[in-house]
């Protein structure tokens, strides 16, 4: 009965429950959002519009919150459904965002895990060594690495807006198909793993070296695997959906590279973005098809709208945490890519 009752937004287009934080959004519109930053404690919040004037007047609903933190090989995001209370410790954390030293490479890491059927690379030494109690009978809690987000090296200092890529582990390309869908939504939120874990891991995590997250092969070779056309075909609609933002147009009475974002950017910014999906790369085996109709709509906007306001816009396949997510990326300086 109550299923029944609760929609989720791909159906009803509005964020309900908490656990819409991680359903996909609605698949005709948008849903509007915007984040708040507040560089004197390295915290952003992330609220839901409540009105076409709510960012005059900074009125909105609070959805997610997250905390940056700056370490010796790293920066992590901590994301929290507390406005107040951004810690791994806390069971309102339902994530976090990791970045390699130059702010050029992320990783999503979900409490979640995802559908059976996601190609997830494997977990890292702290997500084995510290997630083995359950907190469901089920499914475990932890660190699942839901999406791999990549920002190319500007070698050459040429002029322009940033180049990014988004690898979504946890959603299949076949998504956007014709009577696709995004499988293993979740139907409650599981709580975070015990406070004797989250401070064990909070121990150890200083110590713990990160780079073979980040290196170069491991990237290119899981954009290659999730881009490439050469799959069988059992295996191609297991494949993740892939992410890129889309290329913007020099106007030339303004100087400046432009992007639609029908009003809610105003401000030019390297940090803005739209992301749209990127068609499969196609091998030596077979030409290349050209995209679905689907591939052509902006998934994610991201824009500044003040100093330290921007628009955040999702759609379906993305989450409010997804979308949140690759968003907070955007914020981190990156000197080699612009």
Request: aromatic share 8%; hydrophobic share 35%.
């Amino acid at each position: 009965m109550c299923k029944e009752i609760v929609r989720t937004p791909e159906s009803c287009g509005k964020l309900t429950f908490p656990v819409s934080l991680k359903q996909p959004g609605p698949r005709d519109v948008t849903i509007q959002c915007f984040i708040k930053r507040d560089k004197s404690n390295l915290t952003y919040h992330l609220f839901l519009c409540l009105s076409p004037a709510a960012l005059l007047v900074e009125n909105g609903k609070f959805l997610l919150s997250a905390k940056r933190t700056r370490r010796t090989t790293c920066t992590e995001y901590v994301i929290s459904m507390d406005a107040d209370n951004i810690t791994r410790s806390s069971n309102t954390y339902i994530g976090k965002l990791r970045s390699n030293f130059l702010g050029t490479k992320f990783i999503i890491y979900d409490t979640q895990p995802p559908h059976s059927g996601a190609q997830i690379s494997p977990p890292g030494r702290s997500s084995r060594r510290f997630y083995s109690k359950k907190v469901s009978p089920k499914m475990p809690s932890g660190s699942y690495n839901i999406a791999h987000i990549t920002y190319e090296l500007n070698v050459l200092g040429t002029r322009g807006p940033r180049r990014m890529h988004c690898v979504m582990h946890s959603i299949p390309s076949s998504s956007l198909e014709p009577g696709g869908s995004v499988p293993g939504q979740p139907e409650l939120l599981l709580p975070p793993r015990s406070l004797e874990d989250s401070f064990r891991s909070m121990s150890f995590s200083k110590s713990l070296d990160h780079s073979a997250e980040f290196s170069s092969s491991r990237f290119s070779e899981i954009m290659r695997a999730a881009t490439s056309t050469d799959a069988p075909d059992g295996e191609k609609s297991k494949m993740p959906l892939v992410l890129k933002n889309k290329s913007p147009r020099w106007h030339e009475q303004l100087q400046c590279w432009c992007l639609n974002f029908k009003g809610r950017v105003t401000i030019a910014s390297v940090k803005n973005f739209q992301l749209i999906a990127a068609p499969p790369v196609a091998g030596t085996s077979q030409p290349a098809q050209p995209p679905p109709p689907d591939h052509d709509k902006v998934i994610l906007q991201f824009g500044k709208v003040g100093k330290d306001m921007f628009t955040m816009d999702y759609r379906y396949p993305l989450s409010a945490f997804q979308a949140f997510a690759i968003c907070l990326s955007s914020f981190d300086t990156k000197l080699a890519c612009e």
